[in-house]
């Protein structure tokens, strides 16, 4: 890592020694001090932006004259919401290099002085270095996976009994709400851009991502995004309680929470949208020489497609709650029927993102597993090029379904049939990836790791997901078991026994990789069957007491439910519990697990054949690729060569 | 693949199999049917989950299999054998899916239609949601008002459905028919109901506060029952 003293600050030297330390300059002393990005500096400024836009809102008020002049909900969106996070980032640094460049201030296109992490402090700042932004996402992401599981503890709390327990309705709706809003864009969405953020620059050969400064930014508009949906709680009336959905006109007329999903969804957005375009970008630019489309790993394959689903539908989201702020704040009538609105809009518009966004919510779990079940089977993924043509093919046909979630919301019949027909369809390229997964482990060396119990727990709780989604595709089934827990039960398998277990196989597959320690496997396969058994049980009976009759979104049952949903809540309870042995393992492990080789695998892709963990700049010299990833059993195949004037190491010869 | 691992297949796919129907069976999936259309979409569960629990067990055979049959030993280090692909294979895990997802698509639609169709002679009944209750008038009796929604056996029913304020949902689990009401249109529910009974009206659209509490009744009665309570003054 180079040595700790002395900051490389002249160009010249950073190019003739690019494994030097390029760690930021020691902050100035004094009041200087102030004014060097960081939490100091964000410290001041997003109270003064926070005021700047309060200054806006008052000064607009008085000039047209409206009353009240000092207006609560106004003051916090546009201050609290919108200018406050803006000063907050600027204070941090995550502007400071475009500011110097406009303002004609001399730049470096070359200063890495963001770049790498030399100590934990390197964690808390913006930073351009693609392993550390995946770090950092993957810590955020994990705490509001856990804020959010508690909140689900809370509702199964609720639900253990008929009647009213601990909360009244409005705070409960806003449990589910948040939960299911965390659980979505600050977790699993982020949780995937993560992981790809740390792995799919490796697997390219590349430096780093293709714009580093703009991944640094999109990260730091994470932590806002969730710490606006979490603390919405705090404000009058609570948190927002219309569901993740938000449907229009409801959600127009709830408390001012609900402006804190409106922008909290913003942010979020914004920041998946800049690392989808940089995801699309280092594909199609930094793939090292001889890495063709169809030598790419399909990790990186279902990237690309998901950050295409992301850029196309996001916008649409976006869109969706503007318009129900701005019914709200600027009475508009976009969903107000008084006004010559339509309220079935929203669920167009709404679910023309949704429904895309669970392939955003899948794909990258889809690549997960193809590299580990390849891997810890030995073999050659089954239909490499069938494996990315289904996900190209899920992507496009991932536009063409959004209304099956309104088979019963009033909008035109006709459209149901066509939607159920495209809905449908979409199960044969899933079929086509489940069944060449399958094909892959037939006749493997099994090497039963964590990683490949999350992988097959993830095949096996994901085929029921998909089998119980064509129940839900069916529209005489659907209608009669739409917003009931059969659907809660169902969407569980899809992103639960789905994403959630992929994005556990990934996290401990580049485990080594990505601290440079190993994870202790006892506690890893605790963890799995724990997760697995409470999962199941947490799940399955929904589907029992959907289809019986249990709607969804209540507080309170019919006593017919009662005893299920009892069991439901124990179970819930084990299944959070057993993320103490998760956390439990990654800590220690992290501080004291035993040193990481390069490729414990025995992997092909490019991230396995650097040190663990990687270099600063990933690798002293470009690789260059000569062959398929997944050459397993293939004698003298190679993926790439790297160092090639040195004579090949033992892990490329295999 | 040997004769004996064929076998050995075969036999975890029937004992999934078996395991799957057991779940199907046993368990009381679906609340009792109390219209015609609910009995045309039971067909379409079962038909669905027929073939459901067939890939079901495909899938659980050959992972049980694999997780038996080809574990690594601890200190082997080779790979497997090097297979890329089966082109019949892949034609074949394309084109089964394609015709099971087609055929589930025709008998849904066929369904549809028929429990999208009035019977002659239907009854109309206008109900409204706000929150948090449900009001039911019938245009053929003097625009009668009701809070419990009463039907007569046996006589196509059609409601035409609004809201006042926020999205509702209109879902009697026994007729297994569910009709979002949206303000500003008026979309219908067609029903034809076929036991005598008092069924729950749920609604299943969160509606804010007492979404949970938002319930009513739909009562069928014989046919003299109906004519007589809708002709006379009063609830």
Known sequence: MGDKEGPVTAAVEQHAAPAARHGPPPPPGGWRRLLYPGFLRAAWMAPLFFGIGCGIVVLCRWWGGWHPIWFGEIIVLVGALIAGPIGFLAGIGAFDYWARYAIGAPTRPEDHSGHGAYS????????????????????????????????????????????????????????????????????????????????????????????????????????????????????PGGAFAAGWTGYAPLSVHQPMGTIFFNMGVQWAGASSIMTALNFLVTIITMRAPGMTFWRMPLLVWANFTTSLLVVIATPFIAGSQFFVMFDRVMHTHFFDTAGGGYPLGYQHIFWFYSHPAVYIMMLPGFGIASEVISTMSRKPIFGYRLMALSLMAILVLGFSVWAHHMFVSGMAPWLRVPMMVTTLLIAIPTGIKVFSWLATIWEGKINFSTPMLWALGFV???????????????????????????????????????????????????????????????????????????????????????????????SDYAPQFANWNLFISIASFGLGASTIVFLYNMVTSMRRGKPAEANPWRALTLEWQVSSPPPVFNFDEIPQVVGSPYEYGVPGAKHAVLNGDRAPTEVEVR | MRRGSIVQLVLFALVASAAGVLLALLPNWLPKSASDEAGRIDFVFWFVTGICVFIFAIVAAVLAYSVLKFRAKPDDDSDGPPIHGHTGLEITWTAVPAVLVTSIAVVSAIVLAKDDAAGANPLRVDVTAQQFFWSYTYPGY???????????????????????DVIHSFWVPEFRQKQDLVPGIHPTLHITPNKLGTYPVICTELCGLGHALMRSRVVVMEPQAFEQWATKKGP
Not at chain 1, 521 to 540: A, S, V
């Open chain 1, 460 to 554: 096996s709780m994901f085929v029921i997901g998909g089998l119980s989604g064509i129940y839900l595709g069916a529209v005489p089934i659907d209608i009669h078991v739409s917003d009931t827990y059969f659907v809660v039960a169902h969407i569980h398998y899809v992103l639960f026994g789905g994403s959630l277990f992929t994005i556990f196989a990934g996290i401990y597959y580049w485990f080594p990789k990505m601290t440079g320690r190993q994870y202790d496997e006892r506690l890893g396969k605790l963890h799995f069957w724990l997760t697995f058994i409470g999962f199941n049980l947490t799940f399955f009976p929904m589907h029992l007491i959907g289809t019986q009759g249990m709607p969804r979104r209540v």
């Open chain 1, 120 to 235: 934990w402090r390197d964690y808390f700042r913006v930073n351009t270095d693609h392993k550390v932004i995946g770090m950092q996402y993957l810590a955020t992401t994990i705490f509001f996976f856990l804020a959010a599981g508690l909140l689900a503890m809370l509702v199964r709390a609720e639900l253990a009994k008929p009647g009213m327990q601990f909360f009244d309705n409005q705070t409960y709706n806003g449990l589910f709400s948040v939960h299911a809003s965390l659980m979505i864009f600050l977790f699993v969405i982020p949780a995937f851009a993560g992981l790809a953020n740390f792995v799919v620059p490796l697997m390219l050969g590349a430096p780093d991502m293709a714009f580093p400064r703009l991944n640094a930014l999109s990260y730091w508009l994470l932590p806002i995004a969730g710490i606006m949906m979490l603390s919405s709680f705090l404000v």
């Open chain 2, 142 to 164: 003097g625009n009668k008002k009701s809070n419990v929604l009463r039907l007569p056996l046996d006589r196509s029913v059609v409601l035409r459905m609004t809201a006042k």
